[in-house]
């Protein structure tokens, strides 16, 4: 089944503890993407890749790191977690081409910094 | 910042009625797309619409696009009570930066 896995689906960690949310596609897509989901804010993109080595800053990219050193994973880390980075994460991939195309998302995963 | 921008927040309709709702964007896109989200779940794509076309359908989904206007509209006909859900516009105005708007919440009662 074509799906993007993220994983774990629920986190509660302390603040500054390092912390890495796995995501990984099964669909060969170039692009994959991070966003994070806040009440009243709607979908906030992280970073996204166009491919494998090449990731860019998405619009709040602040406290986060990615990498892309395979085309199927795409982890998220936090360095150090602080509470305002409590959210709900997205993990997203798209195949690339003219005109785009919609993208699969995972899960998500529920992250509760204290 | 957000690309897109839905009207109405909320839309309460009864099954078997239509629901519309909008998105307007600010800047040129590539395409345009609408998802879905059942509560605390993932985004489910429905629709993809690109600059150059001005309507598409998808089983009950009509989506249209007004680029001169910088605007779209997602109508769903003889809603159900599964349709119950949020719907997101995303724009893409560069490969792979997707942009959402804050989404329209959508409840269909039976």
């Known amino acids: 089944e074509a799906q993007v896995t993220q994983n774990p689906r629920y986190l509660i960690t302390v603040t500054g503890k390092k912390l890495t949310v796995t995501c990984s596609q099964n669909?060969?897509?170039?692009?994959m993407s991070w966003y994070r989901q806040d009440p009243g804010l709607g979908l906030r993109q992280i970073y996204y890749?166009?491919?494998?080595?090449?990731?860019d800053k998405g619009d709040v990219p602040e406290g986060y790191k990615v990498s892309r050193k395979e085309k199927r994973n795409f982890p998220l880390i936090l360095e150090s977690p602080s509470p305002n980075q409590t959210s709900l994460y997205f993990c997203?991939?798209?195949?690339?081409?003219?005109?785009?195309?919609?993208?699969?998302f995972g899960s998500g995963t529920r992250l509760t910094v204290v | 910042s957000q690309q897109g921008e839905e009207d109405p927040q909320a839309l309460s309709i009864q099954e078997g009625e239509n629901a519309t709702m909008n998105c307007s964007y600010k800047?040129?896109?590539?395409?345009l797309q609408w998802y879905r989200q059942n509560s605390g779940r993932g985004l489910v794509h429905l629709i993809l619409?690109?600059?150059?076309?001005r309507e598409k359908h998808s089983g009950r989904l009509r989506v249209t696009l007004d680029t001169s206007k910088k605007s779209s509209s997602l109508l769903i006909t003889a809603s159900r009570a599964a349709d119950t859900a949020s719907y997101f516009c995303?724009?893409?105005?560069?490969?792979?930066?997707?942009?959402f708007g804050a989404g329209t919440q959508v409840v269909v009662t039976p």
């Open positions: 997203a991939s798209s195949s690339a081409g003219a005109g785009g195309s919609g993208y699969t």
């Open positions: 669909m060969n897509h170039e692009y």
């Open positions: 890749s166009m491919n494998v080595e090449v990731t």
């Open positions: 800047t040129s896109i590539n395409n």
């Open positions: 619409i690109r600059s150059n076309e």
């Open positions: 995303a724009t893409d105005d560069s490969w792979g930066k997707l942009q």
